[in-house]
């Protein structure tokens, strides 16, 4: 599929990974519509950023379609937000923090909510609890009051399948030893903290020779240490270091999560990978990935309400949220 990176006719043929050109296929879920993927659009949507600063994407494209899904919603009250994404604003419904919650359980679906009301009040009324069974008929009786109240705005969201250019073993893996990882990663990991907090002092220069003469411990970790472990220590410790703080693409003082992914990118480490949710009991090997550069991802196609879509002569780069 040929794709117009920059804008200025020049294509680019873009292929998903093969066996004589690694890569990952990925899937990403989101609320926008656009053609390019850019880190400084990170923190404009709804995302968290939960394991390390980067772009998020997902073995399972199941994943991708719960995020955009979730992503998506919109839900009015009397005309005024009252969920946007993975945010509720309850102070529509004037504070009520128990009507909320009932119409935020189902994600707005008013109609849902009230069954399930009175199917709990019917359950207490069988259990001889008319206490309870008050409750919920109050609880009934307000989510009946918001009939004709609540809009769905939600959109259908994009779900995007990716081409990343790493190749696995060359990402933090986050929930592995970082002694027990690629020789690539180990050795990159310790250049960042070689070139940070090393370098340029006499006395520790005279002591570490190198970035390879340091151990887990002289870099403030054990053995068993994990990615995820040693790149918050790495973030916390560069936060504290560095200064004057980098600035943000918008100005404001750069989080120390962005720095540390920032430095890892540029000695050799494009990103992490994790295990997602229905990997960590041992029952899967699917994981999640972070990418520190948008370089190293390539749209291959997008899901709208009409299905697949190629991208084809699209010029990258318009905006994400």
């Known amino acids: 599929k040929e794709i117009d990176q920059s804008g200025d006719g020049n294509f680019s043929i873009v292929e998903p990974p093969t066996d004589t050109k690694p890569g990952i296929i990925a899937f990403h879920g989101s609320a926008a519509d656009f053609d390019g993927f850019k880190l400084e659009k990170i923190g404009t949507g709804e995302g968290a950023q939960a394991y390390g600063y980067g772009l998020y994407f997902a073995d ?9 899904d979730f992503l998506s919603k919109s839900i009015d009250v009397d005309g ?27 994600q707005g679906d008013l109609e849902k909510a009230i069954k399930e009301a009175k199917e709990s009040r019917q359950e207490m009324l069988d259990f001889g609890n008319e206490n309870s069974a008050d409750i919920y008929a109050d609880e009934v009786y307000k989510l009946e009051q918001l009939r004709g109240r609540v809009t769905d705005n939600s ?24 002694s027990g990882q690629s020789e690539n990663v180990q050795t990159a990991f310790k250049k960042v903290f070689y070139d940070n907090f090393i370098k340029g002092d006499a006395d520790l220069e005279a002591l570490f020779a190198s970035p390879n003469a340091l151990s887990m411990q002289d870099m403030g970790l054990f053995s068993k240490s994990t990615g995820a472990q040693a790149y918050r220590e790495l973030a916390d410790r560069l936060g504290k270091t560095i200064r004057p703080v ?30 997602d949710n229905t990997s960590r009991d041992g029952a899967g090997t699917s994981n999640n990935y972070v990418i520190f550069d948008d370089s190293m991802i390539k749209i291959l196609e997008k899901y709208g309400i009409v299905g697949p879509v190629a ?11």
């Open 60 to 68: 399972k494209e199941d994943i991708a379609k719960y995020y955009r």
């Open 80 to 106: 005024k937000p009252f969920i946007r994404g993975n945010n509720i604003f309850d102070d529509v419904l004037g504070g009520d923090q128990d009507l909320a919650d009932n119409l935020g359980a189902t």
């Open 155 to 178: 959109s259908k969201g994009r779900v995007y399948k990716v081409g990343l250019t790493p190749k696995p073993e060359d990402l933090l893996d986050y929930d592995k030893a970082l």
């Open 246 to 275: 980098p600035l943000s693409a918008d100005g404001t003082m750069m989080p120390t999560e962005q720095i540390a992914s920032q430095a890892l990118f540029e000695a050799g480490i494009p990103g992490i990978k994790y295990l």
């Open 311 to 321: 991208i084809s002569a699209m010029a990258l780069g318009e905006d994400e949220s």
